[in-house]
């Protein structure tokens, strides 16, 4: 079953575009480690907060995939830039009316 990670990250002020500059950036390892699909997006209403929507093929996937060397060094990088404020929800896919 697919799994669905959907949060938001705060950004400190002024900070937003660096974000989502290290979080955009290429990952064949992604691939590799079972994600499905990782979308990062901003809203002119919330200019201090970045959205990510990940799919990957198990929750199990999506945990390991935190201890890859890209990704550790993203997290670490990003770190300084983050306000502290996270939200989000994660899910198991149940269906979709774009899939048979």
Known sequence: M???NVGT???KPGHREEVVAILTRRSTDLDGAGCLSYEVGV???HPDTV???ELWDSAESHQASLQL???QAAITEAMPLLS???GGNRFEVVGS???A
């Open 43 to 45: 809203s002119d209403e």
């Open 2 to 4: 697919t799994f669905a």
């Open 51 to 53: 959205f990510v929507s």
């Open 84 to 86: 502290g404020e996270m």
């Open 9 to 11: 990250l705060g950004v």
């Open 97 to 99: 009316p774009l899939r």
């Open 69 to 71: 060397a890209s990704v």
